[in-house]
T-cell receptor, first 114, second 115 residues
Framework: AQSVTQLGSHVSVSEGALVLLRCNYSSSVPPYLFWYVQYPNQGLQLLLKYTSAATLVKGINGFEAEFKKSETSFHLTKPSAHMSDAAEYFCAVSDGQAGTALIFGKGTTLSVSS | DTGVSQDPRHKITKRGQNVTFRCDPISEHNRLYWYRQTLGQGPEFLTYFQNEAQLEKSRLLSDRFSAERPKGSFSTLEIQRTEQGDSAMYLC?????????????FGSGTQLSVL
């Protein structure tokens, strides 16, 4: 069975500071890993995904994530936070098979203060 | 391409009543998913369609839940004899690609409150 654990339900940073949102996964097969963002009253949007092509994945809005098999981690980072980054972020895993449902973590709420 | 549309945005009902939600996927997307999201949790998979065929159902989908996608376009999710535990955000997502290239597009959800 696959699962993801997001460490920290709430992260607060100052504008311009580094953003680090943590995600650890468990999977019996090579995983496909995703980060989604959910802004208030909007649907989830895909930020980036890892599908084994490269361990460092760059996404939209300046976010990136690094797949570390030895640590079973897929942490999301952004060098400099912007006020518009305030949202809820979800890490998700799948086995990559067509139609297989994504398994989501519980989410991390990111707050950005000026 | 107007995105995935869900109706209604909010639904308040009394315990024991039946409710039905609708999802209109992005046109020509052959895959459609339903998820449920409760407060403080990530989305949980409920069921999945490829065209009109319902290919997978989660054990979360009790007998009171039924989903259809009769013509392979829009989908409905019905909950019969609602319970307070059914209160949640119901999310729909669609996609057209397959395998590791699959990208899900999510709607804004239907927020259900069971009183």
């Amino acid at each position: 069975a696959q699962s993801v654990t997001q460490l920290g339900s709430h992260v607060s940073v100052s504008e311009g500071a580094l953003v680090l949102l943590r995600c650890n996964y468990s999977s019996s097969v090579p995983p496909y890993l995703f980060w989604y963002v959910q802004y208030p009253n909007q649907g989830l949007q895909l930020l980036l995904k890892y599908t084994s092509a490269a361990t460092l994945v760059k996404g939209i809005n300046g976010f990136e994530a690094e797949f570390k098999k030895s640590e079973t981690s897929f942490h999301l980072t952004k060098p400099s936070a912007h006020m518009s980054d305030a949202a809820e972020y979800f890490c998700a895993v799948s086995d990559g098979q067509a139609g297989t449902a994504l398994i989501f973590g519980k989410g991390t709420t990111l707050s950005v203060s000026s | 391409d107007t995105g995935v549309s869900q109706d209604p945005r909010h639904k308040i009902t009394k315990r024991g009543q039946n409710v039905t939600f609708r999802c209109d996927p992005i046109s020509e997307h052959n895959r459609l998913y339903w998820y449920r999201q409760t407060l403080g949790q990530g989305p949980e998979f409920l069921t999945y369609f490829q065209n009109e065929a319902q290919l997978e159902k989660s054990r979360l989908l009790s007998d009171r839940f039924s989903a259809e996608r009769p013509k392979g376009s829009f989908s409905t999710l019905e909950i019969q004899r609602t319970e307070q535990g059914d209160s949640a955000m119901y999310l729909c997502a669609s996609s057209s690609s397959t395998g590791f290239n699959e990208k899900l597009f999510f709607g804004s959800g239907t927020q259900l409150s069971v009183l």
